[in-house]
């Protein structure tokens, strides 16, 4: 039986808008940085603490079990702590166990936020702003790129090689004017001769 995990499991339309898809089985692509639950404007109630034993390292989904009643609580176990990593969970550290009406509140509280948020239509958030001028920004091509570009495409080598490799027909040295040219084909920047 797979573990369903409530931090992921409520709240869905959090992470796929496209609601359609929950049902299906068929989920989309999902934005797992946004928050399923908030713990502002929530009394936090806790019951008790848990100290980390060796038995329980890196095993927050037991933990989950015997102090909330059900390990697919770990998400909001792991939320209310602040652990972003279960794997880095050692012995010793100390774990607030909250009351289940918390754990459920924040996620009531995360709905009736993001439902305020659909019916006031807020279009001035800086984050979407953000990201909706980033998603239509059109890139402008400098000449000199396009120039670039095209020189590359026109003076193509016969073969593809390591910079450090010459092509057929290119010399490493070379005499001009009465002097030695080394490598006169690299960077095709022309000869370097003394003033």
Do not use: C, H
């Not at 409530?6 to 946004?34: E, I």
């Not at 095993?59 to 770990?74: E, F, H, N, S, Y």
């Amino acid at each position: 039986m797979a573990l369903e995990i409530d931090t992921l499991s409520n709240n869905k339309k959090v992470f796929n808008p496209d609601s359609t898809l929950n049902s299906t089985g068929n989920y989309g692509v999902w934005d797992l940085t946004k928050s399923s639950i908030t713990y502002n404007n929530v009394s936090i109630q806790i019951k008790t603490f848990f100290t980390v034993t060796e038995y329980y390292q890196m095993r927050p989904d037991v933990i989950a079990a015997i102090k909330l009643g059900d390990q697919g609580k770990v998400g909001s176990l792991l939320k209310f702590n602040s652990v972003s990593n279960p794997f880095a969970i050692k012995e010793g550290t100390v774990f607030a166990i909250p009351e289940s009406s918390t754990v459920q509140e924040s996620f009531r509280t995360k709905q009736i936020k993001d439902q305020s948020a659909i019916n006031s239509n807020t279009n001035t958030n800086p984050n979407n702003v953000f990201k909706k001028n980033q998603e239509q920004k059109k890139f402008k091509v400098s000449e000199g790129r396009k120039k670039y570009l095209q020189d590359k495409i026109k003076n193509k080598p016969a073969m593809d090689l390591p910079p450090n490799v010459l092509q057929p027909g290119e010399k490493v040295i070379d005499k001009k004017n009465g002097f030695f040219i080394f490598a006169p084909d690299a960077g095709g920047g022309g000869f370097n001769t003394p003033q």
